[in-house]
Structure formats: structure tokens, C-alpha cells
T-cell receptor
Framework: DAGITQSPRHKVTETGTPVTLRCHQTENHRYMYWYRQDPGHGLRLIHY???????DKGEVSDGYSVSRSKTEDFLLTLESATSSQTSVYFC?????????????FGNGTRLTVT | GENVEQHPSTLSVQEGDSAVIKCTYS??????FPWYKQELGKRPQLIIDIRSNVGEKKDQRIAVTLNKTAKHFSLHITETQPEDSAVYFC?????????????FGPGTRLSVLP
């Protein structure tokens, strides 16, 4: 299994508070992603990174920001959490070395915004 | 942009029967199609993938077929077992965008009845 660690695994927070989720990889892969998973919507891309300090938006990026200061760490921040951001968040990585490399997912973070 | 549809949304089969899940994609430039299995409370895991230069790929009881002309690809599971019960996601990706354009289908919940 790919070495991907997400923290925390579970979090409950109040509306309006900032929240940061962390993804740490030990595979030295270039690409890292944040997805959210909601019933009926599958996996939707929030942000991704193609290198240190290189990030871009996905299809559901509003209300989220990311940072990548080291190859191994990719942080997702909810500046002011809302109830609509209650979801399961998955980090994923892929290896640019192989054409069409698959995504490998972390174990997820279940976030509840009350 | 790419859009991936997946059918059926739920599927129940008797143990030992076959299961087929079908996905269609909209962007003819997509050239990589992975399938993921997600058990309850766990992360999505890659089970099989196919590239656009191949029409079919098999791995034991699992096979994937690709019809580029019709822009659809299917997952076939033979001799189903209770441990095959899970949610299955298909995805499509354009290889020239190196990793950032995975688009997922909404998922199929497969139940294998003993």
C-alpha cells in the first residue's frame, strides 16, 4: 500500500471556525490531490498540487485553500467552515514517472461541521 | 470538460453470478480508465485499469472492456463472492494532463447475496 497518512481521521468543528487537514506521503510522488466524497456525488476534486508550491483548483474549490511547502506534505484549509463542508475528505497521490499512473488514496478524514 | 456517467447505481446479485457495471465518458481524448473498489468506511482502492490502446484486460475474476468508438467501458466480475460487496467507482483521465484530470463516476453499490 502507498504510504499516505491523513490527519486527523475524525474531526468535529463549529461553523465559522478554521480547520486544517494534513496529508503526508512517503512515496516521493510529485502529484497530490484533495477530494471530497459525498453520497450521490462520488469523488470530487477540490485542489491538487503538481510540485512544491505549485497548486491548482479543482471543480469544488470554493471555501478551500491548500499549501504544499514540502514534497511530502499537502495541507487543506477550510478558512471558515460551513455545514455544507461536512464530508469525508480523501488525499491521493500519483506518480508522474509512469504515463497514466493511477491515484492512490489515503484513509480519509471524516469532518463534521455543526 | 469530461463527464462520466455510471450505471446502475445499485446492483444486487446472487453469490456465484456475474456482475456488470457500465460507464460512459464524454471526452474522446480520455485515454486511461481505472476502476476503484471502496468497502464501507475504507478508502477507494484500485482493482483494475485499462488504457485506450487495449480493448480488454483481465485479472482473475475481474475484467474490464473498453469501446472507444462508443465511449464506454465496463467492469465485469464473474463468480461473485460476498467479499465483492462494495461501492465501485469508474474514472476517466486524459494522459496529456498528467494526473490532474481524473473524473469519477458517481459509484455503483454492489451487494452479493449469499
Amino acid at each position: 500500500d502507498a504510504g499516505i497518512t491523513q490527519s486527523p481521521r475524525h474531526k468535529v468543528t463549529e461553523t465559522g471556525t478554521p480547520v486544517t487537514l494534513r496529508c503526508h506521503q512517503t512515496e516521493n510522488h510529485r502529484y497530490m490531490y484533495w477530494y471530497r466524497q459525498d453520497p450521490g456525488h462520488g469523488l470530487r476534486l477540490i485542489h491538487y498540487s503538481y510540485g512544491v508550491k505549485d497548486t491548482d483548483k479543482g471543480e469544488v474549490s470554493d471555501g478551500y485553500s491548500v499549501s504544499r511547502s514540502k514534497t511530502e506534505d499537502f495541507l487543506l484549509t477550510l478558512e471558515s467552515a460551513t455545514s455544507s463542508q461536512t464530508s469525508v475528505y480523501f488525499c491521493a497521490i500519483s506518480d508522474i514517472q509512469g504515463l497514466n499512473s493511477p491515484l492512490h488514496f489515503g484513509n480519509g478524514t471524516r469532518l463534521t461541521v455543526t | 470538460g469530461e463527464n462520466v456517467e455510471q450505471h446502475p447505481s445499485t446492483l444486487s446479485v446472487q453469490e456465484g453470478d456475474s456482475a456488470v457495471i457500465k460507464c460512459t465518458y464524454s471526452d474522446s481524448a480520455s485515454n486511461y480508465f481505472p476502476w476503484y473498489k471502496q468497502e464501507l468506511g475504507k478508502r477507494p482502492q484500485l482493482i483494475i485499469d485499462i488504457r485506450s490502446n487495449v480493448g480488454e484486460k483481465k485479472d482473475q475474476r475481474i475484467a474490464v472492456t473498453l469501446n472507444k468508438t462508443a465511449k464506454h467501458f465496463s467492469l465485469h466480475i464473474t463468480e461473485t463472492q460476498p467479499e465483492d460487496s462494495a461501492v465501485y467507482f469508474c474514472a476517466a483521465q486524459k494522459g496529456d494532463n498528467y494526473g490532474q484530470n481524473f473524473v469519477f463516476g458517481p459509484g455503483t453499490r454492489l451487494s452479493v447475496l449469499p
